[in-house]
């Protein structure tokens, strides 16, 4: 836009009509302008140490200052200097001093273009007041004559308060005939006997300087109207006053002028005198009372408040009584000092040759009188000069520089004056640009900027802006001038930024200042602070994080305030609050921590907040105002309460605790629980207690603090409520009864003397009660028969009568051991291992007791493989409950075993059953022990075995499965299948195999009922290379009878083919048979085979051992039944003979046996033939063989 134009006219009417105060920069040359100063009147207490009096004044050159006093110049003794403030123009006077410096001053500030000066400040000087010291002579008058005592009280510091009373300080009484008049004096409309005393005294005070005076004492006398003859204390009646005209005491005359400035409280009174006492009566003449108008002073004053014009006129007072009236007539007028019309005449600026007004527009009562001053000094009209004095305005024709001063215009009355300074300039002057150049100035995105162009010049110059040195000045909506020249960009851009110029020239020339302009990003919170809910005495944490403008880093803060008042974010460790990454922390959150937060992140330019609201949760305050109210009876008690406040959590529930002082004082119990929303709870409560009561609330913070308790309440004794619970009827011993119960508590007694009765008869029996009075929790009954029912009730008393009536139990006395065994028990071989036993359940009479169940014992007998060796291996089972039958499982297979059944309850276990004999079927054996495979040919390998340890039944052979295998894919290719029959049968050759094939060889051992599972061996023949050797090493193997991969199941011989393998195998081989034939002829000659103990073990058994192979025992009970170990079952025994257990081989250095091969041989006879190979008969702790062969070494050829 342009802005020239505008601006010059702008600037124009700021320099031609501008307020008093015109604001010319002070770097320009101008005449002194009075700032500020002291306005009179100044009074100076007597306490006052200093009195001030001020005068400061702005100009350049700075201003001088001088002083006159009651219109003579005046030196100051103290002037304060300080030319930064130019404050020298203030002077201190000191308390001694003070009474010299009493009058009027002013105070004029010169420099070289005039001198402005002040209105008179005057100065009063109080000094203590004082009643003068007088001998006042008594006042003597006649009964009915008025009197007038006069105070004439101490001029002093208003206000002023005028109190009439004793010497012993008591009011004096006031009424409609005694009262206290403006002035001090208390007045008497008509004497009377009791206004005789020697002292009445006026006291003045003045609450500002804390000080009140007393006048001397004055005397009334009052002379009786009765004869002399007549004595004082004569019983006749007192003769009355005679009857007298009214008059008025205050104001004398007929007449008065009251005069009092607008706004004055206007105060006309009326004091008469006369007998009876006259009343007072007010009018105003041709109007009526302002509705302003008040009576005081028992109706003596008229009053009104903040006088208005049109309350001037004539008001009248009369003063009336039997005997007439009098009036008197007030004449009011109101006026005012003079005051500004509008406001005072302005400063001016203007151009050298133009004409200049200064108009003085004042109002007053009576009107004021103007005085023109021209620097101070009185000046009045010349028809000869070009500057003429019209009454109230001031016309300079033709203005020139030397017209430039300070004028004065001053207008007075009788009630004041007023004064105004007004400083006229007039020149012509190039435009002086006041603001710095280079100034820089900052906006917020979208913000809006003003750069000053501060310009001083006369005439009033144009102003334009330019941008970035473009020689367009600036148009557009969003940047436009002000008034003063400076330039307004509204909602900043980033294209804002640059470089800005402002231009001012006039008539006398051109001046130009720069302006530098950054747009800055805003301050913008990202993360504000959320609504939160924090349990009190935990931490609460508000989140505020902002971005703002990086160039402004050195400016940003970030505040937080609560409800409005900032928190003190302090580093001290004792401190709740701290700032951490843009995070508040309230340490231990109290309830005065409750409230809105807001976090504000400014910058020197701009500033963001955001609000959360921080609720903090605490248990409930304790309830109020408990009360205690009966309901049916003293015992049925409604508890009221007022609730607490809930700080935040609802109430879920309220707890009634109580205390009693007998049993347990001391200690509260919880009585009774309340829904959160009830305020009430009914209790029921017990007798012969002292209460108390007290309630605390629950939210989902917690419990809170108790109420207040109650005060005591007393219930009255009364028979049991309730009967004892938890009876127990037990049996402990035979032929006998034990009843227990849980007794009342202490606090249930309700009344003294509690005892139990204890009632029972046998159920079904007896008819009569047979009944017990006990103060103990325990009664035994003794001689019962064993477990024989019985019904019992117990019911409580107490000395006030009895509980209700008490319910009927059923119980029984005490067991006894059962007296029948099971019959016809009978026994069904289900497979090897499991069978199922049934019996005829005993009858319920002679179990004597609560039926447990039935106990099945076992006695394994003998193995039918060795029928000549006893066993006698016991096992049992439980079953609990009655019943019939059971499955028992985890036998042997082909042994012989004997069993009984018994029944049991609490007490014991009765007789056995007469015993069952059966026998178990044979089973399959189980895996044989060791296989090898040796002396490997071109198409033959050797395989020798054990037998199993195991055979569960009697052997009749083996079943050989071998498969041939590709060594590429492990997979068989060929499968053959042998029977071997003869059970001592323990190696066998198979010939007809492929040259340097690998062959894995599975076998079993085998029974009537089946074979048991294989064991698995692989080996390879042999490839014929020129070397050949008879006895090759043999490989053995010994492991589960579980399928293993290839390669895992045998030893694999890929290297049996080399030539130098060969040969080491075969010395290796032979030192093997030499070794083992030596041990074993050594065994033989001991006494093996005779029965005598094995040698002991040689030196070096960790090189090779024979480990005793222990029997397994897979037991598969019933689900039902539970394990139970029974020695009276297996008391009785054929035999004390224990199975044999096995004995350790002798060991080879280098052997390549396995260690877990070769267990338990030396029960058996054991030899090796001509090829190497192990060949016997495998023996250990269990027989094979046929149930009529004895135990014994036999040999196998193969």
């Known amino acids: 836009m342009r802005l020239v134009g505008s601006l010059q006219l702008a600037l ?80 201190v006077l000191h308390t001694k001093d003070l009474a010299h410096f009493k009058g009027r001053y002013q105070c004029y500030a010169s420099n070289k273009l005039g001198t402005a000066m002040t209105e008179e400040i005057e100065l009063i000087v109080t000094s203590i007041p004082k009643f003068p010291k007088e001998a006042i002579a008594p006042i003597v008058v006649k009964e009915g004559e008025p009197i007038t005592l006069h105070c004439n009280p101490p001029e002093g510091v208003a206000p002023r308060k005028i109190y009439w009373m004793t010497i012993g300080l ?33 006291f003045a005070s003045f609450p500002r300087i804390r000080t009140i005076v007393q006048k001397n004492a004055l005397a009334v006398v009052v002379k009786s109207l009765k004869p002399d003859n007549e004595s004082a204390d004569s019983s006749a009646p007192a003769e009355a006053p005679p009857v007298r005209m009214p008059g008025l005491l205050l104001p004398s005359g007929v007449q008065t002028e009251k005069v009092l400035l607008k706004g004055e409280n206007l105060q006309l009174e009326c004091i008469s005198h006369g007998y009876p006492t006259p009343k007072i009566g007010w009018m105003k003449l041709g109007d009526r009372l302002p ?165 001083f010049s006369s005439p009033p110059p144009s102003i334009s802006w330019t941008k970035d040195g473009l020689p367009d000045t600036i148009e557009g909506e969003r940047a436009f001038a002000l008034q003063n020249g400076s330039l307004q960009i509204s909602n900043a851009e980033k294209n804002d930024n640059g470089k800005y110029s402002c231009i001012a020239y006039n008539t006398e020339g051109l001046s130009a200042v720069s302006a530098v302009l950054h747009v800055k990003d805003p301050t913008k919170i990202i993360n504000p602070p959320q609504d939160v809910q924090i349990i009190s005495g935990t931490t609460a944490q508000l989140m505020c994080q902002a971005e703002y403008d990086k160039s402004l880093l050195g400016t940003f803060e970030l505040v937080w305030r609560k409800d409005g008042k900032e928190i003190p974010l302090s ?158 009827i037990q049996g402990h011993h035979p032929y006998q009864m034990d009843i227990s119960w849980e007794p009342l508590l202490p606090t249930e007694h309700n009344g003294p003397g509690l005892e139990y009765k204890v009632s029972y008869r046998k159920l079904g029996v007896e008819n009569n009660w047979t009944d017990h009075l006990v103060r103990r929790h325990l009664f035994v009954v003794r001689n019962t028969s064993a477990f024989v029912p019985y019904e019992i009730k117990i019911q409580s008393r107490n000395s006030h009568g009895w509980a209700p009536e008490p319910k009927v139990f059923t119980g029984y006395s005490g067991e006894d051991v059962p007296t029948a065994a099971p019959r016809n028990v009978a026994v069904e071989v289900i497979n090897t291992t499991v069978l199922r036993v049934s019996w005829t359940p005993v009858p319920p009479a002679t179990v004597r007791g609560h039926l447990g169940g039935y106990d099945v014992q076992w006695l394994r007998k003998r193995s039918l493989l060795n029928p000549n060796k006893i066993l006698d291996e016991c096992q049992s089972l439980s079953f609990p409950g009655n019943r019939s039958h059971a499955i028992v499982s985890g036998l ?19 007789p056995n059953s007469d015993p069952a004999t059966f026998n178990t079927t044979e089973g399959v054996p189980e895996q044989v022990p060791i ?48 029977n071997i029959t003869g059970a001592d049968t323990t190696q066998r050759k198979l010939e007809g195999l492929e040259e340097g094939s690998l062959y894995r060889f599975r076998l079993s051992a085998c029974t009537r009922a089946g074979c ?111 394990g139970m170990n029974d020695d009276t079952f297996c008391e009785y025994s054929d035999s004390d003979q224990k199975p044999l257990k096995g004995s350790s081989l002798c060991s080879l250095v280098g052997d390549s046996v396995s260690r877990d091969s070769l267990v338990d041989y030396a029960d058996g006879g054991e030899e090796f033939d001509e090829d190497g190979s192990f060949i016997g008969e495998y023996s250990g702790p269990k027989h094979r063989g046929s149930v009529s062969e004895p135990n014994g070494p036999s040999s196998v050829t193969a």
């Open 12 to 91: 124009l009417l700021a320099l031609t009509s501008r307020s008093a105060g015109l604001d010319i920069p002070l770097e320009v040359e101008q005449p002194p302008t009075i700032v500020t100063h002291t306005s009179g009147p100044v009074v100076a207490l007597p306490y006052d140490h200093t009195v001030t009096i001020r005068c400061e004044a702005r100009g350049n050159p700075p201003p001088e200052y001088r002083w006159t006093k009651d219109g003579e110049d005046f030196i100051p003794p103290h002037v304060t200097t300080n030319k930064t403030h130019h404050t020298d123009g203030t002077f």
């Open 170 to 202: 008591q009011h004096i009484e006031q009424d409609e005939r005694v009262s206290m008049g403006i002035d001090g004096n208390l007045y008497f409309s008509n004497a009377l006997q009791k206004d005789n005393r020697p002292d009445y005294c006026c």
């Open 291 to 455: 509705p302003r108008a008040q009576l005081n002073n028992f109706g003596k004053m008229l009053k009104i408040s903040a006088v208005e014009e049109s309350d001037g006129g004539k008001y009248m007072c009369t003063a009336k009584n039997s005997a007439g009236e009098a009036v008197h007539y007030f004449d009011v007028i109101v006026e005012e000092p003079p005051k500004w019309l509008t406001e005072p005449p302005q400063s001016q600026l203007t151009v050298i040759g133009s004409d200049v007004h200064i108009k003085c527009s004042v109002s007053g009562k009576p009107p004021p009188d103007i005085t023109w001053r021209r620097n101070g000094e009185v000046f009045r009209d010349d028809p000869s000069s070009d500057t003429r004095v019209l009454d109230d305005t001031v016309v300079i024709h033709n203005a020139r520089p030397e017209d430039s001063a300070v004028y004065q215009c001053e207008a007075s009355n009788s009630h004041g004056s007023i004064l105004a300074n007004i400083n006229i300039m007039i020149m012509n002057i190039t435009p002086q640009i006041l603001t710095r150049d280079y100034q820089e100035y900052a906006v917020i995105l979208g913000g809006d900027i003003i750069m000053d162009c501060s310009v």
């Open 571 to 728: 580093s001290e460790e004792n401190s709740r609050y701290f700032v951490a990454d843009g995070m508040l922390h309230i340490m231990n959150v109290n309830l005065s921590d409750q409230g809105i937060y807001t976090c504000i992140a400014r910058t020197s330019l701009d500033e963001d907040n955001a609000t959360a609201l921080l609720t903090v949760l605490d248990v409930p305050d304790a309830p109020q105002n408990l009360e205690i109210s009966e309901i049916k009876s003293p015992r049925n008690v409604r508890l009221s309460w007022v609730p607490g406040s809930d700080h935040n959590s609802s109430v879920t529930e309220f707890i009634v605790e109580y205390e009693e002082s007998q049993w347990d004082p001391g200690k509260w119990k919880v009585l009774q629980k309340v829904p959160g929303n009830q305020a009430t709870a009914e209790l029921a409560l017990h007798g012969h207690l002292n209460h108390q009561f007290r309630v605390y609330a629950v939210n989902a913070v917690g419990p809170g603090p108790p109420s207040e308790p109650t005060e005591r309440y007393r219930t009255p004794p009364a028979a049991p409520d309730r009967n004892p619970e938890n009876i127990k």
């Open 892 to 910: 042997q297979p082909f042994s012989e075993y004997r069993l009984t059944v018994n029944v049991f309850n609490k007490k014991g276990k009765g």
């Open 931 to 978: 296989l090898t495979a040796s002396n490997a040919q071109r198409d033959s390998i050797l395989l020798v075995w054990g037998p199993p340890l195991e055979a569960n039944g009697i052997l009749t052979g083996y079943l050989l499965q071998y498969h041939l295998i590709n060594e590429t894919t492990l997979e068989a290719v060929d499968s053959q299948e042998i």
């Open 1012 to 1122: 048991g599972p294989p064991l698995a061996q692989e080996s390879s023949t042999v490839v014929v290379a020129g070397h050949n050797c008879s006895h090759p090493s043999p490989s053995f193997i010994a492991g589960n009878p579980t399928h293993l991969p290839l390669g895992v199941e045998g030893q694999r011989s890929d290297f049996s083919t080399q030539g130098w393998f060969i040969g080491t195998m075969c010395a290796v081989a032979l030192l093997t048979l030499v070794a083992l034939m030596a041990c074993f002829v050594q065994k033989n000659k001991s006494g093996k085979y005779a029965g005598t103990p094995p040698p002991p073990p040689l030196q070096r058994q960790d090189m090779f051992s024979m480990e005793k192979v222990k029997e397994k025992e897979d037991l598969h009970p019933d689900v039902e039944s539970q």
